[in-house]
């Protein structure tokens, strides 16, 4: 065979080439997997409406997932979660299994959340906090032990039968105090001192002053009578 005829036949393409690339562009796209009533993804996007998109870790699905009232642990972008359901497009978020950032967690619920149990609650953290716009407490018997309390108020009010303090000092410093007693005030101390820059001034019906050893009074002016 002579070198043309050779150089002919090598740059002609095959015959048998093009129905296998024909065959390969208009070969359809594989079908997803089989749904299985659930999978497990990674959140990608938090939506409106309390709902997620998640992604699947296997094949790269994406869905639109409400979160399930079960999911207490408010999911954030970046966890793995659970996702559950009759379908693909009705699938919900419903547990979150591996927490992008585990430091950080949230219980969230749209409504009323009620912690309740049979025989005792306790809660133990190194720091708590606690936020509220209106809080009420309704405790038979309480008894609280610390280091120190600081509490800062602008109206305080305390209504009881009964109050008991016992103290090693007590200090009040106030720009005004006033206070009334209807029957009986008694005070018992070592030494009592009252001091007052302009006037102090004594009323009673009957008043008696009196004293086992000395009763002194100095001014520049005292008037009996």
């Given at each position: ?23 390969l562009l208009h070969r359809p796209l594989p079908a997803p997997a089989a749904w299985t ?14 709902a997620f998109l998640v992604e699947a870790q296997a094949g790269g699905e994406r869905w ?162």
């Amino acid at each position: 065979m002579s070198p043309a005829a050779l150089r002919e036949r090598a740059s002609a393409p095959a015959a048998h080439d093009a129905p296998d690339m024909q065959t390969l562009l208009h070969r359809p796209l594989p079908a997803p997997a089989a749904w299985t009533g659930n999978a497990l993804g990674t959140v990608v996007q938090a939506l409106p409406g309390d709902a997620f998109l998640v992604e699947a870790q296997a094949g790269g699905e994406r869905w639109h997932c409400p979160r399930a009232a079960s999911c207490l642990l408010q999911p954030s972008v970046g966890d793995t979660v659970l996702v559950a359901g009759p379908r693909r497009d009705q699938a919900y978020l419903i547990a979150v299994i591996v927490q992008a950032d585990p430091a950080q967690s949230r219980l969230a619920v749209d409504g009323v959340l009620t912690l309740q149990a049979g025989t005792r609650l306790e809660l133990a953290a190194p720091e708590f906090d606690l936020q509220a716009r209106k809080a009420q407490v309704e405790i038979g018997e309480m008894d609280y032990r610390g280091s120190e309390v600081r509490i800062t108020t602008l109206i305080a009010r305390f209504v009881g039968r009964t109050c008991e303090t016992v103290l090693d000092r007590l200090s009040v410093l106030t720009r005004s105090s006033f206070r009334l007693t209807e029957e009986v005030e008694q005070v018992r101390a070592g030494q009592i001192d009252y001091q007052a820059e302009e006037t102090l001034r004594l009323h009673a019906k009957n008043t008696l002053v009196s004293s086992k050893g000395l009763v002194k009074l100095d001014a520049e002016q005292i008037h009996m009578g």
